[in-house]
């Protein structure tokens, strides 16, 4: 079954509450939706997170494919090769995402999309991101 992502991360500040968030919509009409929160990270470790997250529970329902959408430039230029990880955190999430992405016989695609184009799942991100903010005040109390 191939199935279209779209997946969002948010840091509100950038290295502060951060969230994820995706939306997976299936050509036999399955349909997922998620906004985490992940605590304190950056925009770019929330990025990864949100694809990664995305890519395992779509194969867990059973995708095949995946054609994602992200408005990450940074993520999706290391996914597709046009540029490289550096920073051993980032290439850890990586190969996070490759290991996910391996369990797709029929593949995967990355394309990069503007924000706009990427509203829901920018939406379940900041969904997140403020979930985090509000865990983190609780835990301070």
């Given at each position: ?16 509450p ?14 997922l ?11 770019n470790?929330?990025e ?10 779509a194969?867990d ?9 992200m408005?990450?430039a940074?993520v ?12 051993e ?5 990586k ?21 706009a184009?990427?509203?829901v799942a ?5 969904n ?10 609780d835990?301070?109390r």
């Open positions: 079954m191939r199935v279209y992502i779209w997946s969002d991360g948010a840091a509100m500040p950038n290295g502060g951060a969230g994820a968030g995706y939306v997976v919509v299936g050509m036999g009409g399955v349909h939706l998620s906004s985490e929160p992940l605590g304190d990270r950056t925009n470790v929330a990864y997170m949100a694809v990664r997250n995305a890519l395992r529970a194969a329902a059973g995708a095949t494919s995946a054609y994602v959408r408005d990450s940074v999706v230029g290391h996914l597709t090769g046009a540029s490289r990880a550096r920073a955190h980032l290439i850890q999430l190969e996070e995402v490759e290991a996910q992405k391996a369990r797709y016989p029929g593949g995967v695609r990355f394309t990069r999309i503007s924000r184009q990427n509203g920018d939406e379940l991100a900041k997140g991101a403020r979930a985090s903010k509000a865990l983190s005040a835990r301070r």
